[in-house]
């Protein structure tokens, strides 16, 4: 399969053999295995080496009726950061294609998403369907050594726009991965629980435990478990944070044995930003559960927040298998209820050994009705 040989085997062998001089570099690669999310190139509109023409791609994703995040999901529901990844890989590809590569004058280099914004549409089941991602460059710029690119995608299946947004990424040196300063400068910002006495005394250390399990009659209504669990340790106060609406913090120690690091990516592994932000997203979850905000409803399960509030990212830094601990923190906006579905909205910042990293503005969860 050219796609796998694109994850993990010589490039040449998936977009040619003018590429076959890159077969032994450390390249851009799409994730593999579990985590490839893309079952075929449609096509491509761009000439390689031309940066200022139009370029687009067109790519297929299969989504198997059994898939595994399906099946160790709490509901049979794609993950957001699998949204993500179905979202951000095209572009990634269409960047190979265009042969940025030689735009990179070192021989080493790492390719990585630096911002984006994006917005459910439409919430669809998606079991057994086709998801086809448009994306298109927008911006390519060359800079000291570095080259950032900025495309433009949406996610159809069965006719509708399901996901649509911008990132952004780069092309780094090795040296420039190293020295990375975060989101903050280099300046120490530790999360608010550990720098505000009055919040860490109104917090409380939760068990996880009573929320891994479901309540008679109610099957959807816990965490998931598996390869979609990213959190060891929580604590939360019901009132406080920024926003005054609610604060939770987690934590969970890194294990360099973590089950994505093989596949994202093949001689680079480092943990999917899109999996810190389902991190987050968990942590919401078990504020949701915490404070039992699906109490109005039948059979509550945890979904996604469709409607005209995109997300926003922004990441300064990796987490890979050298490193300790991930910490997040997320100050509850607000609780919205309606009669049908409860939504929980908050903004969120992500540390890796005390460098925070990861920002996230308007990241959403809804509690809704489960349909049998």
Same mark, same amino acid.
């Given at each position: 399969?050219?796609?796998?040989?694109?994850?993990?085997?010589?490039?040449?062998?998936?977009?040619?053999?003018?590429?076959?001089?890159?077969? $032994?570099? #450390?390249?851009?690669?799409?994730?593999?295995?579990?985590?490839?999310?893309?079952?075929?190139?449609?096509?491509?509109?761009?000439?390689?080496?031309?940066?200022?023409?139009?370029?687009?791609?067109?790519?297929?994703?299969?989504?198997?009726?059994?898939?595994?995040?399906?099946?160790?999901?709490?509901?049979?529901?794609?993950? @957001?950061?699998? @949204?993500?990844?179905?979202?951000? +890989?095209?572009?990634?590809?269409?960047?190979?294609?265009?042969?940025?590569?030689?735009?990179?004058?070192?021989?080493?280099? !790492? %390719?990585?998403?630096?911002?984006?914004?994006? +917005?459910?549409?439409? #919430?669809?089941?998606?079991?057994?369907?086709?998801?086809?991602?448009?994306?298109?460059?927008?911006?390519?710029?060359?800079?000291?050594?570095?080259?950032?690119?900025?495309?433009?995608?949406?996610?159809?299946?069965?006719?509708?726009?399901?996901?649509?947004? $911008?990132?952004? %990424?780069?092309?780094?040196?090795?040296?420039?991965?190293?020295?990375?300063?975060?989101?903050?400068?280099?300046?120490?910002?530790?999360?608010?629980?550990?720098?505000?006495?009055?919040?860490?005394?109104?917090?409380?250390?939760?068990?996880?435990?009573? @929320? +891994?399990?479901?309540?008679?009659?109610?099957?959807?209504?816990?965490?998931?478990?598996?390869?979609?669990?990213?959190?060891? $340790?929580?604590?939360?106060?019901? =009132?406080?944070?920024? %926003?005054?609406?609610?604060?939770?913090?987690?934590?969970?120690?890194?294990?360099?044995?973590?089950?994505?690091?093989? !596949?994202? %990516? @093949?001689?680079?592994?480092?943990?999917?930003?899109?999996?810190?932000?389902?991190?987050?997203?968990?942590?919401?979850?078990?504020?949701?559960?915490?404070?039992?905000?699906?109490?109005?409803?039948?059979?509550?399960?945890?979904?996604?927040?469709?409607?005209?509030?995109?997300?926003?990212?922004?990441?300064?830094?990796?987490?890979?298998? +050298?490193? =300790?601990?991930?910490?997040?923190?997320?100050?509850?906006?607000?609780? *919205?209820? *309606?009669?049908?579905?409860?939504?929980?909205?908050?903004?969120?910042?992500?540390?890796?050994?005390?460098?925070?990293?990861? *920002?996230?503005?308007?990241?959403?969860?809804?509690?809704?009705?489960?349909?049998?």
């Amino acid at each position: 399969d050219q796609l796998d040989a694109f994850g993990t085997g010589q490039i040449s062998k998936c977009l040619g053999p003018a590429f076959a001089r890159y077969d $032994e570099r #450390r390249i851009l690669r799409i994730p593999n295995g579990d985590l490839k999310m893309m079952s075929r190139v449609r096509s491509i509109t761009g000439t390689r080496g031309n940066f200022s023409a139009p370029s687009s791609i067109v790519v297929d994703y299969d989504v198997p009726a059994d898939a595994w995040y399906l099946q160790e999901g709490v509901y049979p529901d794609m993950p @957001y950061s699998l @949204y993500m990844e179905i979202a951000l +890989q095209p572009c990634g590809f269409l960047s190979a294609y265009l042969d940025t590569y030689a735009l990179v004058p070192y021989e080493a280099y !790492f %390719f990585r998403n630096l911002d984006g914004s994006a +917005q459910v549409l439409e #919430r669809v089941d998606l079991r057994g369907q086709t998801i086809t991602t448009h994306a298109r460059m927008i911006t390519s710029v060359v800079s000291s050594g570095t080259v950032i690119q900025k495309f433009a995608f949406e996610l159809v299946c069965a006719g509708k726009t399901v996901y649509a947004g $911008e990132s952004t %990424f780069g092309y780094f040196a090795a040296q420039t991965m190293l020295n990375q300063v975060g989101l903050d400068g280099g300046q120490t910002v530790l999360p608010t629980i550990k720098t505000n006495r009055s919040l860490s005394e109104a917090a409380h250390r939760l068990d996880l435990g009573p @929320y +891994q399990n479901a309540p008679a009659g109610r099957p959807y209504e816990r965490l998931a478990a598996g390869r979609l669990h990213f959190i060891d $340790e929580v604590s939360m106060a019901r =009132k406080g944070g920024r %926003f005054g609406q609610g604060y939770i913090y987690a934590s969970r120690a890194v294990n360099p044995r973590d089950w994505f690091y093989p !596949f994202h %990516f @093949y001689q680079d592994p480092v943990m999917p930003g899109s999996l810190g932000v389902e991190a987050i997203l968990e942590a919401m979850q078990v504020y949701a559960l915490a404070n039992d905000l699906g109490r109005g409803l039948l059979s509550p399960r945890f979904g996604m927040v469709a409607g005209a509030t995109p997300m926003l990212w922004r990441y300064r830094g990796q987490i890979t298998q +050298q490193h =300790k601990l991930m910490e997040l923190e997320v100050d509850i906006q607000r609780v *919205e209820r *309606e009669a049908d579905q409860v939504t929980i909205r908050g903004d969120a910042s992500l540390w890796v050994d005390s460098l925070r990293i990861y *920002e996230v503005k308007n990241a959403a969860v809804a509690i809704l009705e489960a349909k049998e």
